[in-house]
């Protein structure tokens, strides 16, 4: 790929720089960048292109990955698409089938009447191979789908000339590259929409004259709470500032904006406040696979407080957040420490090193986490932009966005 090398090292370099800001972003630009990986493969005279496409994939997403493991929004994104690749190569076959007249009865004496037979279509196909993929959900297992021993009869008793077969490869070859490129093409616009599906849910949640706790600035609550107040709902916002980075405050300040009654607390007075409160409502870093959040620091406590009060605990998070891997899984990173100077000037800092001692170790020490995690327990509801789920139900729901071999992000071993 030597077109698109450039764009990886240099998006490589920004996430190891912590260049882009925001789950949001890191999704949709892993998405593009992927996009431009899958445009620029060639496609060789592998038997299999879908593998071969789709390790091409997993060698920049390995890097990608290393780059920030924090980030989980990007080894989604990574296993979104090469779940993609999966479907559409799936999709490609079970047409390829459907174009040999597949039927669900076994050749006998009534070959005549084979037109009046049922075939299995494409689409059943697929979503039958599909299903081979993924845990069952509830849909899934009440689905009927028929399963024929003629399709591998049939299928390899075709007599197709060297000839054609070599000119359908190179079709199909085509088809499955142009597939997958649209498909991510969908996920960007997804990504970039995610906010409205999950802001549409407002009006049903919150009511009126209800009062809402938030900590941190969150994009997609803000969008939330803006669409609660478009319906005309009356309600006031508490926001907890999440120190030490404060962003709080500036969503305070955009929630007045718009005509929204809020008012600032700082942190340690969430137990103080709860009370009062109706909902909490806060955003996410991630979603893990067992219910549980990867948060903003602080959220914890907030949780915390609002089962000690009966308060419902609601996440509100896009899709690209859903992390199909579990909280002990030795890939997910919980946490990362920020710079000391976010509570201590450099000054002060330095003024507490004991230089006497032999190595110069600090008196001192700052401890400056990002994240919290958030056991399932302690949620009430998640608000995506496929509708609201209970923690129990967020596995199921991953499951349909991932492949279970592609939950570790590494490329075939070709030994």
């Known amino acids: 790929m030597p077109d698109v090398q450039p764009l990886v090292s ?95 009865d076994s050749d006998d004496e009534y070959d005549n009447e084979r037109d009046d037979r049922p075939s299995l279509s494409a689409a ?26 003629a399709i591998s009869r049939t299928a390899s008793s075709t007599g ?27 996920l960007i616009d997804e990504i970039d929409s995610c906010y409205e599906p999950i802001s549409e849910q407002a009006v049903e949640l919150i009511h009126q004259n209800e009062v809402i706790l938030t900590l941190g600035r969150s994009r997609t609550v803000k969008e939330f709470l803006y669409a609660a107040k478009e319906k005309k709902r009356s309600f006031r916002v508490f926001v907890a500032e999440g120190a030490p980075r404060y962003q709080g405050h500036i969503l305070a300040k955009e929630l007045v904006e718009k005509g929204v009654q809020t008012t600032v607390i700082t942190d340690s ?11 909490v409502i806060v955003g996410a870093h991630a979603v893990m696979a067992n219910g549980g959040v990867i948060a903003p620091v602080g959220m914890n406590m907030v949780a915390l407080a609002a089962q000690r009060h009966a308060v419902p605990f609601v996440v509100v998070a896009g899709s690209h957040k859903l992390c199909p891997l579990y909280p002990h899984n030795p890939e997910v990173l919980l946490n990362e420490l920020k710079s000391p100077s976010d ?41 995506t932009d496929t509708g609201g789920h209970s923690p129990s139900y967020m596995y199921r729901l991953i499951a349909e966005y991932y492949s279970a071999d592609d939950l570790v992000v590494r490329r075939k071993s070709t030994a």
């Not at 060297?162 to 498909?183: E, W």
């Open 10 to 104: 240099d998006f490589v370099l920004k996430l190891k720089r912590r260049k882009v800001e925001g789950s949001h972003a890191v999704a949709r630009q892993t998405a593009e960048l992927l996009r431009s990986v899958v445009s620029q493969h060639r496609m060789g005279s592998s038997a299999n292109q879908a593998a071969a496409l789709a390790d091409a994939v997993r060698a920049v997403g390995e890097q990608l990955i290393a780059a920030n493991p924090i980030e989980l929004a990007v080894g989604n994104i990574v296993r979104r698409v090469l779940h993609i690749i999966k479907e559409e190569d799936i999709s490609a076959t079970a047409v390829g089938i459907e174009g040999l007249s597949v039927t669900v």
């Open 124 to 149: 059943v196909l697929a979503a039958h191979a599909r299903n081979a993929l993924r845990a069952p959900s509830l849909q899934t297992l009440l689905e009927d789908i028929p399963v024929s021993p």
């Open 160 to 186: 197709d000339s060297d000839g054609k077969s070599k000119s359908g490869d190179k079709s199909s070859t085509r088809k499955l590259k142009h597939d997958v490129i649209a498909a991510i093409g969908d």
């Open 269 to 279: 007075a969430v137990f103080a406040m709860i009370s009062r409160v109706n909902m």
């Open 343 to 383: 509570l201590l000037d450099f000054g002060e800092f330095s003024d507490c090193m004991n230089f006497s001692t032999q190595d110069g170790s600090p008196l001192l020490n700052v401890v400056n986490p990002t994240f919290d995690y958030v056991p399932p327990k302690l949620v009430s509801l998640f608000i």
